[in-house]
């Protein structure tokens, strides 16, 4: 039996958390069936809300924008943790569940040469100072950041991961929707 998908995405709503001074989520309807024959949705957010994928751009104006990012960098094997990871390896894809990072383990990851990280949380970082550091040591260093992953039914263990963002021309980020499942 071929092991299904697991979306690992948090879905984007109304009232849903935003990151402190982010504009909150907007989703209306500005056309009905009833009324024009078919259903059309407007959306306004930021471009970090819900699961998203933050690119160097987001803290270095020079850096390389999302749609600039190599697609296998967040599709192959990824490992799910439950706490925070020492034991990476080069290009490993890291997803952690419950933590958020302190500037020494970013480096610490940053120096092993992950190619991404990835939280359940909103951000990689604490609020402030430290959690500017974080993003700033990982984007230098190459690493790929996801934030917003809804990893609560997910076992620390080994998976296959896909998670693309929306291909915003010079974003510094992008929704993206990630899927897990087991190897075999």
């Known amino acids: 039996?071929?092991?299904?998908?697991l979306d690992i995405s948090t879905p984007i709503r109304n009232g849903m958390p935003v990151w402190p001074g982010d504009p909150e989520v907007r989703i209306g309807r500005?056309?009905?069936?009833?009324?024009?024959?078919?259903?059309?949705?407007?959306?306004?957010?930021?471009?970090h809300t819900?699961?998203?994928?933050?690119?160097?751009?987001h803290y270095f104006?020079?850096?390389a924008s999302i749609d600039e990012m190599p697609p296998?960098?967040?599709?192959?094997?990824?490992?799910?943790?439950?706490?925070?990871?020492?034991?990476?390896?080069p290009g490993e894809r890291i997803l952690i569940k419950g933590a958020v990072l302190t500037p020494e383990v970013?480096?610490?990851?940053?120096?092993?040469?992950?190619?991404l990280i990835g939280v359940d949380s909103l951000s990689v970082g604490p609020e402030g100072k430290d959690g500017d550091e974080v993003h700033r040591v990982l984007l230098t260093a190459g690493?790929?950041?996801?934030?917003?992953?809804?990893l609560s039914?997910?076992?620390?263990?080994?998976?296959?991961?896909?998670?693309?963002?929306?291909?915003?021309?010079?974003?510094?980020?992008?929704?993206?929707?990630?899927?897990?499942?087991?190897?075999?």
Do not use: K
Request: aromatic residues 4%.
């Open 143 to 150: 690493v790929w950041v996801v934030e917003g992953l809804d």
């Open 30 to 47: 500005v056309a009905s069936i009833e009324r024009d024959g078919v259903n059309v949705t407007a959306l306004s957010m930021c471009a």
């Open 72 to 89: 296998d960098v967040a599709v192959g094997p990824a490992r799910v943790t439950g706490g925070l990871p020492f034991d990476c390896r």
């Open 61 to 63: 104006s020079g850096g």
């Open 1 to 5: 039996m071929v092991p299904s998908w």
């Open 153 to 184: 039914a997910v076992e620390p263990g080994e998976y296959q991961l896909i998670c693309l963002p929306l291909r915003i021309a010079g974003a510094d980020g992008a929704p993206a929707r990630a899927f897990l499942r087991t190897p075999g």
């Open 50 to 57: 819900g699961t998203h994928i933050d690119a160097p751009r």
């Open 106 to 115: 970013a480096g610490h990851l940053a120096r092993r040469g992950v190619s």
